[in-house]
């Protein structure tokens, strides 16, 4: 359904220049839920924001986007504008995203209006329907508040009400459990798994390895600028295959809290070779040198010289 190829994002500052995204290749299919992890600063939201070309003019983007077979990329802005939303629904993170001054029904209604062509009546019928559906209630007083007037779980739930609104088909949603305590959190997944029931197809970026656990089918791990592993849900959780991955676990509270030695790379100067080496327990002297291909191990794809040769070996 959707299928990244060889995307790369380079910002210009100055002389120098980032390449926030590096080659990244990925694929989503149908029905399906990918959830992009990784640490701070590694690309994932420029990621997501290239997309559906919501980055500032100043940045270089190579590589391409197909949707249904349409490159992305190279479509005018009338065109792409007739697919944000309505097709691909962006779903950002809180705080700013809320206009203070309209109220939360009217600003889920202005989707239905502008891509669905609804009439008033009908557009705020469906926004009662939709914030009972998500449990913002009771929906007919709430339609009328405005955001200062929610919680902060309620305002994140809100955006994602407003984010499928027009029945997209495919959903990226930028890190929807930021900042939110245990059980606001549990609703916004709630949420989330709704929409899942509905055959959505959905990339989620996120740090919160629980709410990747609960919704997505597919883990995408990313670590600057470069996608390292593409696996399967289970495998990941049980026995990814990048050391990266498995550091990620190894840190997470509830399995070692082991933090990952050394720190997160330069974007800028990156290191030669695999991104990881400088950080990794398994480097090889190859990994210093050269920057690993994706291998394909059963219906993963990884990329690290470990498992060059893995089909000989094993
Ligand atoms: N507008 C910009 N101008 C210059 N550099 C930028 C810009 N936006 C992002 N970057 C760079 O791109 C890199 C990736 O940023 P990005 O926001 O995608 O990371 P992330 O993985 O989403 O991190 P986080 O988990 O903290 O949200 C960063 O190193 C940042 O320096
Ligand atoms: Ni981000």
Redesign the pocket.
């Known amino acids: 359904m959707l299928d990244i190829r060889n995307l790369s994002v380079e910002?210009k500052?100055g002389k120098k220049s980032?390449k926030?995204?590096n080659n990244v290749s990925l694929k989503i299919n149908e029905n399906e839920t990918v959830c992009l992890i990784?640490?701070?600063?590694?690309?994932?939201?420029?990621?997501?924001?290239s997309i559906l070309k919501l980055?500032?003019e100043n940045?270089k983007i190579s590589g391409e986007v197909y949707y249904k077979n349409k490159n992305l990329l190279s479509l005018p802005e009338k065109e792409l504008k007739n697919i944000r939303g309505k097709i691909i629904a962006w779903i950002p993170q809180t705080s700013s995203a809320l206009n203070p001054v309209i109220t939360v029904g009217e600003q889920i209604a202005e989707p239905l209006i502008y891509h669905l062509k609804l009439d008033k009546k009908r557009a705020w019928r469906r926004v009662i329907d939709l914030l009972n559906f998500f449990s913002i209630i009771p929906a007919e007083k709430r339609a009328k508040q405005y955001p200062h007037q929610y919680s902060g779980g309620m305002k994140q739930r809100a955006l994602v009400a407003m984010g499928i609104s027009a029945e997209p088909e495919f959903i990226i949603a930028?890190?929807p459990t930021k900042g939110l305590d245990i059980v606001k959190k549990f609703n916004v997944i709630e949420a989330f798994k709704k929409i899942k029931k509905k055959k959505l197809s959905q990339l989620i970026?996120t740090?919160d390895l629980h709410l990747a656990e609960v919704i997505g089918d597919k883990i995408s791990v990313?670590y600057c600028?470069q996608v390292l592993e593409v696996c399967n849900k289970n495998r990941f959780f049980n026995e990814p295959l990048h050391p990266y991955s498995k550091a990620l676990l190894e840190a997470l509270p509830d399995r070692g809290l082991k933090p990952i030695r050394g720190f997160p790379p330069s974007?800028v100067n990156p290191p030669s070779g695999c991104k990881f080496h400088p950080r990794c327990d398994y480097c090889l002297d190859i990994c210093k040198r050269k920057e690993p291909p994706f291998f394909k191990v059963e219906d993963s794809l990884v990329r690290c010289w470990r498992y060059d040769n893995w089909k000989e070996s094993n």
């Open positions: 910002f500052l980032v926030a995204v990784g640490e701070s600063g590694s690309g994932k939201s420029v990621l997501g924001l980055l500032p940045v930028d890190e970026i740090h990313m600028g974007m």
